[in-house]
């Protein structure tokens, strides 16, 4: 069989096969970068010893377009999404999974840079991952690349996250600037050229989680707003919790960039995507305690209040404008883009 | 906004938006479909108590075409096969992720009715889905639907399964007949058409193999012969434990419609995928106990010992043929057939 070439060499069929040109490609390219003693235990399935207690999993498929954009790629975004996605309840990542499904055709450089990524993104998260899965499909049924990561974790002793838990009078925060990853997408997008600076904010939250939930075990709720922004993620929560939300839109924090951009498309800046942010609910009294927190992490240097739960029977979300006047943040029917993540 | 028509109605963009729409395809079709406790939860991610002990975690994406196939679809195929392996460590499957990558314009219809597929394999599996995530791609960027399934499983104690415990004498078994899912999938591809009444072996074997394991703690490893086959397994069984492995041919179960079909398409049974199916390996002594076990099952009622493991410093696959010489099994570089799970 000839020798991969990682430089110049595409992905073909007999890479998905289960043959010798998938063990091939693996060997290479996957277990090369994501070595660990789980995964190099060979078996189709990674075993490792139960933390005790309580768990969660959570599962995310990336197919963001394009592959790579300003502050990432989507193999950094697969391991952040869901890593985020564990720790928001509160639990420390453990370990991920990995799927590829792939379009024959793609340049392996592509692919090692991707994995590598990857790789890089889950030792900056301190996770682990474990196993994996690679499909080739044909050319045309597919976009390149599409990864598919699960990740499990451990929720520490006594911690009880949920948007059920939200109360009336708690503080709302946000942990900085929003909607730099949706905005670093559409720069990126064909008939959509404009120049910004803006870089995604795709990052892994768990180390800073891990210090809010220590120094606040209150907390009510974490949520990261991701696709559909800040409005579908307050929306979902004041659906969850039978309240209405109420938002100051002076507190919320927001790039002249992302501002300037989001004018210049006709978008509103909450409905915009985020990739590295989170919002958390906690009693008011705790409120600036938590804030300290975040603004002590280097991810969370720009949080703020941005406002609070309230008694509202319609479970509306709704924001004081910096113009004095006060409107609902209605959630849209779909992302104004698709594949932003 | 409209209402979903689960009869005439598409999968489109706003569907994978995070918004309103996406709320309402989860709740109509997801939620109702897997409706459990963790599910209902409703976050981004499933809470559960960590069993004892020692934990695995597998993945496989799910790319089959076509979608729906004789003895099963892409649905029931994502919790076969993920279910089986975790089984194939030896573990108890407790819960499944599921990720969906859905073409815009997949027919509603086709999607309740793969994910009820899921819904009910889930169920005889006696597993949960606990999490989900669902994206949309634009027309001609997929290929209809693609589904990533994770799931972890708890292992019974003092039970460490893995390629590199066989030990020379080993005898292997297998549960069946081989090469029917391949089978069953070739006979429905374009292009191949041929007549056959060969039906998938799609299924989960993790109540078989709950059995095995506790008639047989000795058993040194089990294996599910998917892609690739009988002989991608092997081989990589063989490289694992650094040993050989002699089948006998006459003992292979196989179907005569597969046989036949094989013929005629100038395929070699043995690299065809199946994934109803698995190998097991264990001590000559406790090879015919483990096999009355796996015959008294209704999935291994066509269980044999097929061959043994010997010491071989060159790792080879080998078999004594029905013709009464011995001949080399080789992996081959690639699957046949490309999307055959």
């Not at 196993?131 to 690349?145: A, L, N």
Request: charged share 20%; aromatic share 4%.
């Amino acid at each position: 069989m000839k020798k991969l070439d990682l430089k110049n060499g595409t992905v073909d069929l007999t890479h998905g096969g289960g043959g010798r040109a998938m063990n091939q490609l693996i060997h290479k390219v996957f277990t090369t970068a994501f070595s660990n003693t789980y995964l190099n235990q060979g078996n189709d399935q990674a075993t490792f010893k139960a933390p005790l207690g309580r768990m969660v999993i959570s599962t995310d498929s990336f197919v963001i377009s394009p592959l790579f954009f300003p502050g990432g790629n989507i193999g950094s975004l697969a391991v952040h999404g869901t890593v985020n996605d564990v720790a928001m309840s509160g639990a420390k990542p453990l370990y991920l999974s990995a799927g590829f499904i792939i379009e024959e055709g793609f340049p392996l450089a592509d692919l090692t840079h991707i994995v590598d990524s990857m790789a890089e993104a889950a030792r900056e998260a301190g996770v682990f991952i474990v196993t994996g899965d690679t499909k080739v499909v044909e050319r045309g049924k597919g976009d390149g690349i599409f990864i598919t990561t699960t990740g499990v974790g451990s929720v520490p002793d006594g911690l009880d996250l949920s948007g059920e838990k939200i109360q009336p009078g708690n503080a709302v925060l946000v942990s900085g600037t929003i909607g730099d990853h949706g905005v670093a997408i559409m720069s990126k997008r064909e008939g959509l050229s404009f120049e910004t600076a803006i870089h995604s904010d795709s990052a892994s939250l768990n180390h800073m989680i891990a210090e809010m939930v220590e120094a606040v075990p209150s907390i009510r709720c974490m949520r990261d707003p991701t696709r559909g922004g800040l409005a579908a993620t307050l929306n979902e929560l004041a659906q969850q919790s039978g309240l209405g939300i109420s938002l100051n839109e002076s507190a919320i924090p927001l790039h002249a960039e992302v501002a300037g951009a989001c004018e210049l498309l006709g978008l509103d800046p909450l409905n915009v995507a985020n990739e590295g942010k989170l919002i958390a609910i906690c009693p008011a009294k705790d409120a600036e305690k938590l804030l300290a927190v975040m603004q002590a992490n280097e991810l969370g240097v720009d949080a703020a209040i941005i406002g609070e739960a309230v008694v509202d029977e319609r479970y509306f979300v709704s924001m004081k404008t910096t113009m004095g006047g006060t409107r609902l943040v209605d959630w849209l029917s779909g992302e104004q883009l698709p594949r932003i993540c």
